[in-house]
């Protein structure tokens, strides 16, 4: 993938350019930012650049960039998570072929594609790395070991990856690429160079809102994306905009009663929507973008709409959840008891 394909992708290029140039290139980078913003097509454009043959890298066309198009090249490792039903060269397989779809791969579309809602890199995965990385590598090249979804490294693999890290073999950079910096233990962080990646950009998004009726909903679309492409696409397909149009009826409702119509059966339809937590992750985006709403109700919103998450983190009931985050803001959300014991208690 060359830099021109990766939109925006002056959030990275000058200082990896800069770094080629001097070739001093870090043992290990952290690449963190918000999901679907491109870390992994920015690592993509980076690694073409590093293995490239020609003069000007990323030529596109030399065997090795041709290579690491098509993720074959074999000084490339990609580090996938995986369940407990799956090997993780399968994993490693399956997301090599998903990510030549779409580099914008979420991992929540991951997690479908293996059937699991828990993923993770374990110790045995960085056991394998280790091994791999013993051995002469297939081409007198740099080798460059990408962990998609960093933050999915279990406590004993991070700690088996320590030594590893901060004495690697010749020649062999490590991204790390991550959507949360707190996930990752702080002996991983102090080991890397840690690069902030911003998300995109509105007038990027925008052009990428295809499906869209007209430009009200592409706004609404792109603010609701929040910089990530990835969440763009999906508010595109038909099953995301069921969920939004019943997430903005329900948030109506809580904030005006008497205007909704049937509200048992719209929270009844929310409640067995499989995509629930998502659907109060968009109500979060919906009331920090209202303008009609005061500073202490957005704010009592979110405390109680970040509890809900938890709890359905917890496997309560959704049904039950739901129920409780809708009594409570139809009770309070109109003049929330905002007290300094009550912020702190939350």
Known sequence: MRWEEVPEAERVRPLWEGLLRVQRIPQAILWVGKEGIGKTALAWAATQSLLCSSTAP?????????????????????????????????????????????????????QSLLKSSTLNIGVE??????????????????????????????????????????????????????????????????????????????????AYAEGAKDDKEARLWVRLAEGSLSRLRQLGEPAWQELLQTTRLWLSYCLQPHLAQDWISLIDTLGRNPLLPEALRLSMTLVQQNPNLSFSQKAYALSRLLEALDALSGHLQPAIVLSWLTTDLLQNWAAPPLTWEFLLSS
């Open 58 to 110: 990323p030529c596109g066309e030399c065997p090795n960039c041709q290579k690491v198009a098509h993720l074959t090249h074999p000084n490339l490792y990609l580090i996938a998570p995986t369940s407990a039903a799956t090997f993780p060269e399968e994993a490693t397989q399956r997301l090599t072929q998903a990510l030549l779809q779409n580099p914008f791969l979420s991992l929540s579309e991951f």
């Open 125 to 206: 995965t960085v056991r394998r790395l280790q091994s791999a990385l013993l051995l002469t590598p297939a081409e007198n090249t740099w080798r460059v070991v990408w962990f998609w979804h960093a933050e999915t490294l279990t406590r004993q693999a991070a700690n088996a990856l320590l030594k590893l890290v901060e004495e690697p073999p010749p020649q062999t950079v490590f991204f790390f690429l991550a959507t949360r910096l707190e996930a990752l233990p702080v002996t991983i962080r102090s080991r890397t160079q840690v690069w902030s990646i911003a998300p995109l950009s509105e007038g990027t998004l925008l």
